[in-house]
């Protein structure tokens, strides 16, 4: 009896939230869900980035939804969750990639309004989603039996001390014990969890550390794959995690960086 042949990798019929995905990682991660078929929620705080960033995403042919949320502002999330399921039916996916970064001069520097601001959108905004994601695919689980998966982007912060964004490293560091709590304790209802650590990544977050690069010359040496990386090169990680390749794959935090966090410096 031959094998039917499937594309395990294909998001067709699958719906996936993005926060941050006007630009950056987080609409690289859009395009790679749509690329595969996937229909895409996108958030963003702006209306016109995101309707910027949606009419490139319907060219693939799939639904696109674009909200405009804060999601520092609980209100808003729990709102814009509730509306995107109305639109769109479900969600199957959530990415808790919205986020900010300040570098003061130094750690003695930082004031208590950076270091609650960072963490009000990296960590507290992500919370806000995340939960209302899980709370959406265990009923969809107690109701239908299936459940969904959580992709939160990550940091090598997580994993290597960096100077002067303790606030930042701090997030990402909280947001990577979120996500695998969740996924020992959800799982058991199909909700998958894991993290992306993503390297130097050329986006307008990294705006800084575009301007350092140039201003050193050759501070991409120290990656073995000797050059950064752009958004596209970590949408694979994001599409598989989301598809039902993954579908045995959660509690892992997994680093798309050229090899910089294995590298000796």
């Given amino acids: 009896m031959a094998h039917v042949k499937r594309n395990v990798f294909d998001l067709t019929g699958k719906v996936a939230l993005i926060t941050g995905a006007n630009s950056g990682l987080g609409l690289g991660w859009a395009h ?64 808790a990639n919205a986020g900010i970064n300040t570098r003061p001069e130094s750690f003695l520097h930082m004031t208590s309004e950076q270091y609650h601001e960072l963490l009000g959108i990296n960590l507290h905004g992500a919370f806000y989603g995340i939960q209302e994601a899980v709370r959406h695919m265990k009923e969809r689980f107690d109701r239908e ?16 001390g960096v100077p002067r964004i303790q606030h930042y490293s701090a997030s990402k560091g909280a947001l990577a014990t979120i996500t695998r709590s969740i996924a020992v ?8 969890a894991n993290m992306v650590m993503p390297g130097r990544i050329a986006t307008e977050l990294g705006a800084a550390t575009r301007r350092n690069i140039a201003a050193t010359g050759d501070r991409h040496s120290v990656i073995p794959m000797g050059r950064g990386g752009v958004p596209e090169d970590c949408a694979g990680i994001v599409t598989y995690l989301l598809s039902d390749a993954a579908r045995y794959h959660t509690g892992t935090t997994i680093a798309v960086d050229g090899g910089l966090s294995i590298a000796l410096r």
């Fill in 185 to 192: 304790e959800f799982g058991p209802y199909d909700i998958r």
């Fill in 145 to 160: 039996g299936v459940g969904g998966s959580i992709v939160t982007c990550g940091s090598l912060t997580v994993v290597a």
């Fill in 32 to 95: 790679g869900v749509a690329e595969a078929g996937g229909d895409v929620v996108i958030w963003g705080r702006r209306a016109d980035k995101n309707e910027e960033a949606a009419e490139a995403l319907r060219e693939y042919g799939g639904r696109v939804f674009a909200q405009a949320i804060d999601v520092a502002d609980e209100g808003q999330v729990r709102r814009g969750f509730a509306e995107a399921v109305e639109a769109m039916g479900r969600v199957d996916g959530f990415v």
